[in-house]
């Protein structure tokens, strides 16, 4: 990866930790990626999961999803939240849904919770699930295969914005969400420094929430705007990202850096 002390990498440990573990991961999901262990051969599961429609391959995005969210579930650490002794990978509990007083009210200023939480006990229903990386991934082969197979990739609309740094520090530097005071003390105290969380911190976990949120009506706004059926992915890229890097830039000459930084390990950003 050409890193070295003039070109660091942010999160290389745990990045090179994945590349271990994606090794393990080919050679145990035989089903998704073949007896060669080839990451390739998820076209070859595509394929028997797909339709012909008038000589058109369909494949649904069900399937490609579900072959990297299972084939590639061992590559993330085992610290992960997990449930029923699964490690779920990018998945975190969110105390604003949790059923305690200080969880209702929520880190951000944008953010409400009905009092009391949600009115469910059971296992895992203060969990938010991401999968940031996995459905980045699944984004990003979707245009190989259709332009290349020539295949159509169904069930797009399923898919959700991506909760990372740009998207969500667009939000923030626009105001559209706000961080409380109670949630971290030092934004406030030294404002033109970013406060520097870790992504099990709650209030990193109520962001990325809300910037999922957010993203799909900013979708449909410019939609109705443009006048034209955008995909997300377009939106996305061309707009949420895009702007989420020019405003950072403006905002934080010296670095371009988001309003608030997240302590990565390389699986997190």
Not at 59 to 77: D, K, M, N
Not at 102 to 109: I, N
Not at 150 to 178: H, K
Not at 215 to 238: C, M, P, W, Y
Request: hydrophobic fraction near 40%; include cysteine; proline fraction near 6%.
């Amino acid at each position: 990866m050409q890193v070295t002390s003039s070109n660091p990498m942010s999160g290389i440990e745990g990045r090179t930790g994945l590349l271990y573990n994606l090794a393990q991961a080919l050679r145990s999901s035989h089903e998704f990626f073949g007896e060669g262990a080839r990451a390739g051969n998820i076209l070859d599961f595509l394929a028997q999961n797909s339709r012909n429609d008038e000589g058109k391959t369909k494949v649904p995005v069900s399937a490609l999803f579900s072959a990297l969210i299972e084939g590639l579930a061992a590559i993330w650490p085992a610290s992960r939240t997990s449930l029923g002794g699964v490690s779920l990978g990018d998945v975190w509990p969110c105390s604003a849904l949790s059923n305690s007083t200080k969880g209702a009210s929520g880190l951000l200023e944008n953010m409400k919770v009905s009092p009391g939480g949600v009115s469910g006990t059971s296992e895992g229903d203060d969990l938010v699930p991401f999968h940031k990386l996995t459905q980045w991934i699944t984004y990003s082969l979707v245009e190989p295969i259709e332009k290349v197979l020539g295949w159509e990739v169904e069930g797009l609309e399923d898919m959700t914005g991506l909760p990372e740094y740009r998207n969500g520090g667009l939000l923030v530097d626009f105001g559209v969400l706000t961080l409380r005071s109670s949630a971290v003390a030092s934004y406030f105290d030294t404002p033109e420094v970013p406060p520097r969380l870790p992504p099990s911190h709650p209030a990193i976990i109520e962001w990325r929430a809300m910037t999922v949120i957010e993203l799909d009506r900013i979708a449909e706004g410019i939609r109705k705007k443009l006048g034209h059926n955008l995909k997300l992915a377009q939106v996305l890229e061309s707009a949420t990202w895009k702007g989420g890097r020019e405003i950072a830039k403006s905002k934080r000459p010296a670095t371009g850096g988001p309003p608030i930084e997240i302590e990565s390990d390389g699986t997190v950003f």
